[in-house]
């Protein structure tokens, strides 16, 4: 096994296929994050509204979580066999249908394997055999589980949001990508900025511009990258979500009024920063 871990850490090109076949894994199982978390926390909140309203009914409740009830076809609700679970693999064995019933399987999955591969490999290319490299592709991980999350029901979980801020700022306390100093004040400016714009577009129009999940993402960006890179997130972030949002209105005929997902920009502002922060920040500045 030493022998192995040696090989993998002097070889980049070994080192980089290795980290982008572990992210392919981990892939497969953001797929079932982002697909059951939702409903996990649907299902709590009804727990909670029950309870509030409690009749003493003791009814038995069907266990449900990221690991129980095995994954099963969301159409014929056969479960599905180890072996049809592997990445993109068991998707292009099968031709995108479900083996029992032969519907459709959606490009969602293998796309969310394929990205989680590509940006685990991506971190390992920039950082090398370091510490750095585990702590980018949790950070990036969590970015995608959050996307696809808040494309599906407009929620950015606590679940996620708040542990990955509280990990950014642990990373940093030995000067993991910034100093412990800017990261707390990369957290609280990056949650009082999304607060602030907030209430004062709730002020002007009436309206919610953004959900608090939204603050908390931000936030847990600043605790990684520090506030010096909020500008630059913020930045790509709205340049982005403008280009989508026109988009969309201009060729989907989606109205003005039609509500937006925000976290899928901070997530890309998010990983620019994390790639190729330094560089996008001297070109803001020098701009």
């Given amino acids: 096994m030493s022998e192995l871990i040696a090989l993998i850490q002097q070889n980049s090109t070994i080192y980089i296929i290795v980290a982008s076949l572990l992210g392919l894994l981990v892939g497969s199982f ?8 939702p409903i996990m926390m649907e299902m709590d909140w009804r727990e909670q509204c029950a309870s509030l309203t409690s009749t003493g009914n003791t009814e038995k ?5 990221l690991i129980t009830p095995r994954s099963a076809c969301p159409h014929c609700q056969k479960a599905i066999a180890a072996w049809h679970n592997i990445p993109i693999i068991s998707f292009l064995m099968l031709g995108g249908r479900c083996k029992e019933c032969k519907a459709s399987i959606s490009w969602r999955y293998p796309a969310v394997e394929s990205m989680s591969a590509l ?3 991506l971190a390992a290319y920039k950082f090398g055999f370091s510490l750095n490299t585990l702590a980018a592709s949790t950070f990036v991980l969590a970015l995608l589980t959050l996307t696809f999350i808040d494309l599906d029901t407009q929620l950015l979980p606590d679940d996620i949001t708040l542990p990955l801020l509280w990990l950014g700022l642990l990373f940093n306390l030995n000067g993991g990508f910034t100093n412990i100093q800017s990261a707390i004040v990369g957290a609280a400016a990056g949650y009082l900025v999304l607060w602030s714009l907030y209430w004062l577009f709730k002020l002007i129009t009436g309206k919610d511009g953004m959900g608090y999940g939204d603050f908390k ?16 997130v913020i930045l790509l972030s709205s340049i982005a979500g403008s280009i989508i949002g026109i988009g969309l209105m201009a060729f989907a005929k989606k109205g003005r009024n039609t509500a ?16 190729w922060g330094h560089q996008l920040s001297h070109l803001y500045l020098v701009g």
Avoid: C, D, E, S
Wanted: glycine share 12%; net charge positive.
């Fill in 30 to 37: 953001l797929n079932v994050v982002i697909h059951r978390l």
């Fill in 61 to 65: 409740k069907t266990k449900y979580n």
């Fill in 119 to 121: 940006l685990v490999g």
């Fill in 217 to 232: 993402m931000l936030a847990a960006i600043g605790a990684w990258f520090g506030w010096t890179m909020l500008p630059v």
């Fill in 260 to 275: 937006i997902p925000f976290g899928p920009y901070l997530a890309l502002g998010g990983i620019a920063a994390l790639f």
